[in-house]
């Protein structure tokens, strides 16, 4: 199956800084990588995602990169803010085995104002 | 439009007991999945259901099923719990039966195990 992996763990940055989360995943099959935010008591919320056809999405501060060949993709935060302080996921999945998605074991992100 | 509603919020259940879990998808999804969330291991998919069936499910023990209504609404249960199966257990629901659409989550049931 899918193993997705993603560093650091944790992260601290100093507010108006920027911050780069990395994932890696296995199975080249896979075709759908999406970020989530996660804030304390609460779901994970989805905050962008790319597709394999893409190499790169940006949606104002945020912006994802995908590397195909080197199966790795990454999460860009520019001008981060106290708000941003959340937990990050990122997951990739197939397109033709449902909603199963594979995540990875996250990174907590600190914005110091 | 209402989110995806976890009921309960929180669990303590004994150890050897069993429980069940529910999950109401926002109105008109008709594929919900099921996630553990715990500190070490992440977010570890459980199963998927669309349409009342199982589309998909993950490496977890027999113990742990589920099933989807005919409007939507799913339940997973947990039989003979183990200290282990303390979790966060978070249920999504996508829209139709498209593939890897955005996964809206709920706020989870926290369950312990004693």
């Known amino acids: 199956g899918e193993n997705v992996e993603q560093h650091p763990s944790t992260l601290s940055v100093q507010e108006g800084d920027s911050a780069v989360i990395k994932c890696t995943y296995s199975d080249s099959a896979s075709n759908y990588f999406p970020w989530y935010k996660q804030e304390l008591g609460k779901g994970p919320q989805l905050i962008i995602d790319?597709?394999?056809?893409?190499g790169e999405k940006k949606d104002q501060r945020i912006a994802v990169t995908l590397n195909k060949t080197a199966k790795h993709f990454s999460l860009h935060i520019t001008e981060t803010q106290p708000e941003d302080s959340a937990v990050y996921f990122c997951?990739?999945?197939?397109?033709?085995?449902?909603?199963?998605?594979?995540f990875g074991t996250g990174t907590s992100l600190t914005v110091i104002p | 439009k209402a989110g995806v509603t976890q009921t309960p919020r929180y669990l303590i259940k004994t150890r050897g007991q069993q429980v069940t879990l529910s999950c109401s998808p926002i109105?008109?999804?008709?594929?919900v999945s099921w996630y553990q969330q715990t500190p070490g291991q992440g977010l570890q998919f459980l199963f998927e259901y669309f349409s009342e069936t199982q589309r998909n499910k993950g490496n977890f023990p027999g113990r742990f099923s589920g099933r989807q209504f005919s409007n939507s609404r799913s339940e997973m249960n947990v039989s003979t719990l183990e200290l282990g199966d303390s979790a966060l257990y978070l249920c999504?629901?996508?829209?139709?039966?498209?593939?890897?659409?955005?996964?809206?989550f709920g706020q989870g049931t926290r369950l312990t195990v004693v």
């Open positions: 997951a990739a999945a197939r397109s033709n085995t449902g909603n199963q998605f594979y």
């Open positions: 790319i597709r394999s056809n893409v």
């Open positions: 109105s008109g999804h008709r594929s």
């Open positions: 999504a629901s996508y829209d139709g039966g498209s593939m890897n659409t955005e996964a809206f």
